[in-house]
């Protein structure tokens, strides 16, 4: 499985952006793909996760402002992030993971493919 993300930089503070991860090698019939961020200083956090049945979950912090969505006809995932504020600074990354069912909250759980990450810069 490789995973390429695209589509990070630098807004202000109430922009918006779209990052997107174009995906090759997946072969599960279930499985899910997530998006997660590393801001210096701080621990690695979740930040949404859809399944193959198009169910998506968010964290607080995403709640509202980001969507997650996917096209399988373009095997890409998106990360809409709209009312971008500093705190939102990281770097985000992709994540796919073969799964045998659905889980309610599996953005908490190991993921094992990684993308090499796009930076997002929020400025106020």
């Known amino acids: 499985v490789q995973l390429v993300e695209s589509g990070g930089g630098s807004v202000q503070a109430g922009g918006s952006l779209r990052l997107s991860c174009a995906a090759s090698?997946?072969?599960?019939?279930?499985?899910?793909m997530g998006w997660f961020r590393r801001a210096p200083g701080k621990e690695d956090e979740g930040v949404a996760s859809i399944y193959s049945d198009a169910r998506t979950s968010y964290t607080d912090a995403a709640k509202g402002r980001f969507t997650i969505s996917k096209d399988d006809a373009k095997n890409t995932l998106y990360l809409q992030m709209n009312s971008l504020k500093p705190e939102d600074t990281a770097m985000y990354y992709c994540?796919?993971?073969?799964?045998?069912?659905?889980?309610?909250?599996?953005?908490?759980?190991?993921?094992?493919?990684w993308g090499q990450g796009t930076q997002v810069t929020v400025s106020s």
């Open positions: 994540a796919a993971d073969g799964t045998e069912g659905y889980y309610s909250n599996y953005l908490g759980r190991q993921w094992n493919y």
């Open positions: 090698g997946i072969r599960w019939s279930q499985y899910y």
